[in-house]
């Protein structure tokens, strides 16, 4: 259930740094949430 909040949030919003301080999560993970919500907005992967 709170990760789908999290989800929500990231769909409206594609910041992670937001997600970050109203969720307290880790910013890789925040990432991840944004790019789940808006794949057409990921950036390439850096290897």
Do not use: C, F, N
């Not at 919003?13 to 993970?29: E, K, N, Q, V, W």
Request: proline share 9%.
């Amino acid at each position: 259930m709170w990760s789908d909040r999290v989800l929500g949030e990231a769909r409206q919003t594609a910041d992670p740094i937001h997600l970050m301080d109203l969720s307290g999560i880790h910013p890789g993970t925040a990432v991840r949430y944004v790019h789940t919500a808006h794949p057409d907005k990921a950036l390439p992967r850096i290897h």
